[in-house]
């Protein structure tokens, strides 16, 4: 019985000695507009909860990418993501699927079901259609795969949003005319009070970007995250003076666009060698 009793009381010392280290550990105006070498699971740890008004990265997925041998652990940088982000927060999640033996692995999916089962919303699921294909033997028994899902997560009840206005009105300079079936079944007309269609309208859910296929863009990475994404997403989901996160920086695209923006930027990368390249860019 004493025996039982010590161990729990050994537990319970542990506990409360790990949980004074982790909380003395924990500052994120250290890290901010820093790029920080490590494990992005560990490194993460070391931010305090709520601290992160928007994360945009774009994660190795399945068998696709090779980031210099480096392999990361999904469920624990989800949970990670969760504790650091803001009430109202977003986590903009890049990613794709492999096709293995014919199939599509459906990881995307997946993920996107573990961020919801430990307390994000799915906020919206948008598509980055790439414009650009590597043909392969798969073109012979289905359609070219164009592009990549992005999982827009938010913590609780979203607190920013600056829709992109750059879809093109075809009535543009015209007044608005017409009416709008109610829930009712009865119909209300809708006006303008005068006011011409504006020259462009908020933009969808699909965005058409490039992907970045030069290599001076490529920057000695193997899939540099194109500079437009990041930064209509940041544009969109964040403000001038907010923190910006990107846990897997990659070539640092993201980091690049939050400072261009006017934002905090911070950058966790495990690799040295894309440290160095994202230095240069930043420069």
């Known amino acids: 019985m004493l025996h039982g009793i010590f161990k729990i009381n050994r537990r319970i010392r542990l506990a409360v000695f790990y949980c004074i280290e982790y909380n003395n550990n924990m500052n994120t105006e ?5 790029i920080i070498q490590g494990d992005c699971l560990e490194k993460l740890k070391e931010l305090e909860d709520n601290s992160i008004d928007l994360t945009v990265t774009s994660p190795p997925y399945d068998n ?3 980031y210099n041998g480096y392999t990361f652990n999904f469920e624990g940088i989800a949970q990670e993501l969760y504790r650091v982000t803001k009430q109202g927060g977003v986590v903009v999640w890049v ?6 033996k014919g199939s599509e692995t459906g990881t995307s999916f997946k993920q996107a079901l573990y961020f919801k089962e430990i307390g994000f919303n799915l906020h919206d699921t948008m598509i980055w259609s790439k414009q650009t294909f590597t043909a392969t033997g798969a073109l012979k028994t289905r359609y070219a795969q164009t592009f990549e899902y992005m999982f827009v997560f938010v913590k609780g009840k979203i607190k920013t949003f600056n829709p992109i206005k750059d879809k093109p009105n075809k009535s543009y300079g015209k007044k608005i005319h017409g009416s709008v079936t109610q829930k009712d079944g009865s119909m209300k007309p809708v006006t303008t009070n005068g006011n011409l269609i504006p020259e462009f309208g908020q933009r969808f859910n699909v965005w058409n970007v490039n992907t970045e296929v030069s290599n001076s863009l490529r920057c000695g990475h193997p899939a540099p995250f194109p500079e437009k994404l990041a930064e209509d997403h940041i544009l969109s989901w964040s403000n001038e003076g907010d923190t910006i996160l990107d846990p897997m920086a990659g070539s640092g695209t993201t980091l690049k666009m939050a ?3 006017n934002r905090n930027y911070i950058g966790i990368e495990i690799s040295p060698e894309y440290i160095d390249i ?6």
């Not at 994202?278 to 420069?283: E, G, S, T």
């Open 30 to 34: 250290d890290f901010k507009n820093k």
């Open 64 to 66: 696709l990418r090779t």
């Open 95 to 100: 990613v794709g699927d492999a096709t293995i």
């Open 259 to 261: 400072k261009k923006n």
């Open 278 to 283: 994202i230095n240069k860019r930043l420069q």
